[in-house]
């Protein structure tokens, strides 16, 4: 097929390069010249893995191209996905700003019959603002299906080549047909393809990351109250994940989901709520819980030092990105935290395996906070370590070494990676998420 995507974002680059990858020609548009030179070099602005390879190979096999020129890629193209970014907005709201203006330059070039497919997630009746945005300049028909993607960042090229499901909402067969041959390809092992009308479509995305979401402030508030209780979060989790109607996924306590998804789509979801006039309790107690469990490290540690002998501390901060193996620092804990211990006039050693560019993008300089090139370099003069990611590199440390570079063996575990017995062994003193602290 000859596809064109809009948007070189994390989903659009994603996409683009997988479609490619089963034989297609695909074409994606960005306005960014800088970026589009980039990706034309090779160059993937965003850190996932298995994406640059993707991106190389096929634009070597002359299968995935980039462009500025939406003119040039639509008329290209039979089927056109828009991926860009649906920020959200002061309300809590989707902002479709973007996602309006591509609608209408696909309207203004279209040169013949589109399908045009919404792969951002959009609130419920996106796809019929999308529609009449084309009309207004289009002489051609054209027929919107809504596409929504369920990639987990740091998997999203094996999300993607192998999907648990396709969900499409589609408003004749001929659409549905097109997006069956679509994806053939991707499932093989009998992973379903899910048709439905448009709007059960474009509600399924928020429906499954409010569901994901409840599941982690759910266990956040279990585990504090564990805390409080004496009792142990870890053996819960397992005790009722093992329950085969629960199950053991996104029931990890720690300190509060973050990322592009999650906060966004939960408020999107509230707000629309609102607009059909339904008040979603769970979700708003979803959103009011992950806020307070992203200051539970820093009460833990105000507890620990004392807030007015906080000012001069330095903490090293091990993990950036709201969850390993991304970049992307939206939302994550880390950015709370560690805004939290500046305005206590508190230091901070910053070290993440990939995030620390895009974490100080958006946090900023300051003058206390100083990013490092290695996990035990942050630990060097600091008062206590702070953990916020739990990447593989942090698991299995030299304890001895965190022991002897810190300037008391103090941990604050926010995603429960180490095990309680063994930091008693080595001597920390060790505060967690919903386990007794060890403390001397």
């Not at 192998?162 to 092992?189: C, H, I, N, Q, W």
């Not at 820093?298 to 030092?305: A, C, D, L, P, R």
């Not at 206590?344 to 990939?354: N, R, S």
Request: glycine share 8%; hydrophobic share 40%; aromatic share 8%.
């Amino acid at each position: 097929m000859n596809i064109a995507v809009v948007g070189t974002g994390y989903v659009g680059l994603v996409a683009g390069a997988c479609f490619a990858e089963t034989g297609n020609d695909v074409i994606c548009v960005d306005i960014n010249q800088k970026k589009v030179d980039a990706l034309i070099a090779g160059q993937v602005p965003i850190f996932e893995p298995g994406l640059e390879d993707l991106v190389k190979a096929n634009t070597k096999a002359k299968r995935l191209s980039f462009t500025t020129s939406i003119k040039d890629a639509v008329q290209a193209s039979d089927t056109i996905f828009i991926a860009v970014g649906t920020p959200q907005d002061e309300d809590g709201s989707a902002d479709l700003t973007h996602v309006l203006a591509v609608a209408r330059a696909i309207g203004e070039n279209m040169n013949g019959p589109k399908i045009v497919v919404d792969k951002s997630t959009v609130p419920v009746g996106t796809a019929d603002l999308v529609k009449l945005e084309i009309e207004k300049t289009s002489k051609f028909p054209v027929e919107v299906v809504s596409n929504p993607e369920f990639l987990k960042e740091g998997a999203a090229i094996d999300d993607f080549l192998r999907p648990d499901r396709v969900v499409v909402g589609v408003a004749s067969e001929k659409s549905a047909a097109v997006m069956r041959e679509l994806y053939a390809p991707f499932v093989r092992t009998n992973n379903p393809i899910l048709v439905m009308d448009i709007r059960s479509a474009e509600m399924t995305k928020y429906a499954a990351n409010a569901m994901l979401a409840l599941r982690v402030s759910f266990m956040n508030e279990i585990a504090n109250l564990c805390e409080r209780a004496g009792a142990d979060i870890s053996k819960v989790r397992v005790g009722i994940g093992t329950d085969s109607r629960i199950g053991m996924s996104f029931i990890f306590p720690g300190i509060g989901y973050g990322g592009s998804c999650f906060p966004k789509d939960v408020q999107a979801l509230i707000r629309t709520g609102k607009d059909h006039g339904v008040d979603l309790l769970i979700s708003r107690s979803v959103e009011e819980v992950n806020k307070n469990q992203k200051k539970l490290i820093v009460s833990k540690i105000v507890e620990h030092f004392g807030e007015t002998k906080l000012r001069g501390k330095t903490f090293a901060l091990w993990g950036l990105a709201f969850k390993p193996k991304t970049d992307d620092v939206r939302e994550a804990p880390a950015l709370s935290i560690c805004s939290e211990l500046v305005k206590l006039g508190a230091y901070v050693k910053a070290y993440d395996p990939e995030a620390n560019g895009t974490f100080r993008e958006k946090f900023g300089d300051h003058a206390n906070v100083e990013y490092v090139d290695s996990n035990y370099e942050a630990l060097k003069g600091a008062d206590a370590l702070i953990i916020c990611t739990e990447w593989n590199a942090f698991r299995q440390p030299n304890f001895k070494k965190i022991k002897s570079e810190l300037v008391s063996p103090v941990i604050f575990d926010g995603r429960n990676i180490y095990d309680v017995a063994d930091m008693r062994a080595h001597g920390f003193t060790y505060y967690s998420v919903g386990r007794p602290p060890v403390t001397w």
